[in-house]
């Protein structure tokens, strides 16, 4: 069965690596490595702060990095130039390993322009495209609204999403790109296919608990009270 292969780590920025980044440690971002423990093939989410550490975690577990996939194209998530500091990421990680980088087709020129690498290393995707790592699937599921291209990736009944969904609020939609009408979208739309026992894995440690069901989520959260979306853009635009 695929959950007895699933490889599934999460590597806290500012404690698991780039410990000694204090930027990562205010910043709190999760890095998540999946994979196929039969094949060691593994894939990093959002690598960035400290690469060497990533693939280092991957090393001492036996996998091998065969593939990046990026959420979006925010530095602390894919590396580069952000309030004075710059942040490793995807140009550092390909220097280290050239594999391919997989990001939803909205996001691709942002993500260019804020790491530096090029068209051909990244894999433009859509929305119900699967990624595989090994035999262990990885569907795509776009979730605009915090940036253009967001995207979420379900694993197995795991969501790893970004900054889309927090367990406690969402990414916010100030920042170039966003569109708070469009999170509201993925939120009650996008995402309503995905089962109430998922567990839902976000892209900071903005709670005590690192994970929730989406169930849970969806009752808890307050950006799921509004009844439409006018409601919610008078409390959350």
Not at 77 to 85: A, K, L, Q, S
């Amino acid at each position: 069965m695929e959950t007895d292969r699933l490889y599934f780590r999460h590597l806290l920025a500012g404690t698991d690596v780039g410990a000694d980044n204090d930027l990562a440690r205010q910043m709190v971002n999760l890095v998540y490595l999946v994979g196929d423990r039969a094949s060691g093939e593994a894939m990093v989410i959002d690598a960035a702060y400290d690469v060497a550490g990533i693939t280092d975690a991957l090393a001492a577990d036996g996998m091998r990095l065969t593939g990046a996939l990026v959420t979006h194209y925010h530095q602390d998530h894919v590396g580069g130039d952000m309030m004075g500091h710059h942040i490793e990421g995807l140009a550092e990680l390909l220097t280290l390993q050239s594999v391919p980088v997989h990001v939803q087709s909205d996001e691709a020129p942002w993500v260019r322009r804020v790491t530096g690498v090029s068209k051909t290393d990244l894999v433009e995707h859509h929305s119900g495209d699967v990624v595989t790592v090994g035999d262990v699937r990885i569907e795509i599921i776009h979730t605009p609204g915090h940036t253009p291209g967001s995207q979420c990736f379900l694993v197995d009944g795991r969501l790893v999403a970004g900054d889309t969904l927090f367990l406690r609020g969402c990414g916010r939609t100030d920042l170039p790109g966003g569109d708070p009408a469009a999170l509201y979208e993925s939120l009650t739309r996008r995402l309503a296919r995905v089962p109430d026992d998922t567990v839902l894995y976000p892209g900071h440690l903005y709670s005590p608990e690192l994970s929730a069901p989406m169930g849970a989520t969806r009752r808890h959260n307050g950006v799921f009270g509004p009844a439409n979306l006018e409601e919610w853009l008078a409390l959350f635009a």
